[in-house]
Nanobody
Framework: QVQLVESGGGLVQAGGSLRLSCTPS????????MAWFRQALGKEREFVAAVWRSGGTTYYADSVKGRFTISRDNAKNTMYLQMTDLKPGDTAVYFC???????????????????????WGQGTQVTVSS
């Protein structure tokens, strides 16, 4: 069982930046796709971004495209979410997720579906003040 631990959340003013990290308990570089989801208070969990096993292919929700960057360093066994130009609407608990990798042609088709992922972190709070 892969356990995921997020870090890096906090309170930031609108327009600011934060970087989230996700560290799995086992090596995931060649066998797992990884993703970030978020859940705002009273709302359903929503997809943010995903990265294929090699890190070379990424996929984003339209709401964060151009502001957030997902990446992974397989040598350090860590995934990141660099968030810039943060808005109050980005306030949520951010979750790291992992799944057994798919072939590249299937990656983007399924990457945004939360039920595709069977490993989840506990979440880290991101609060953006106006």
């Amino acid at each position: 069982q892969v356990q995921l631990v997020e870090s890096g959340g906090g309170l930031v003013q609108a327009g600011g930046s934060l970087r989230l990290s996700c560290t799995p308990s086992a090596r995931t570089g060649s066998t797992y796709d990884m993703a970030w989801f978020r859940q705002a208070l009273g709302k359903e969990r929503e997809f943010v971004a995903a990265v294929w096993r090699s890190g070379g292919t990424t996929y984003y929700a339209d709401s964060v495209k151009g502001r957030f960057t997902i990446s992974r360093d397989n040598a350090k066994n860590t995934m990141y979410l660099q968030m810039t130009d943060l808005k109050p609407g980005d306030t949520a608990v951010y979750f790291c997720a992992a799944r057994r990798t798919r072939i590249l042609s299937d990656f983007a088709v399924s990457a945004s579906r939360s039920n595709e992922y069977n490993h989840w972190g506990q979440g880290t709070q991101v609060t953006v003040s106006s």
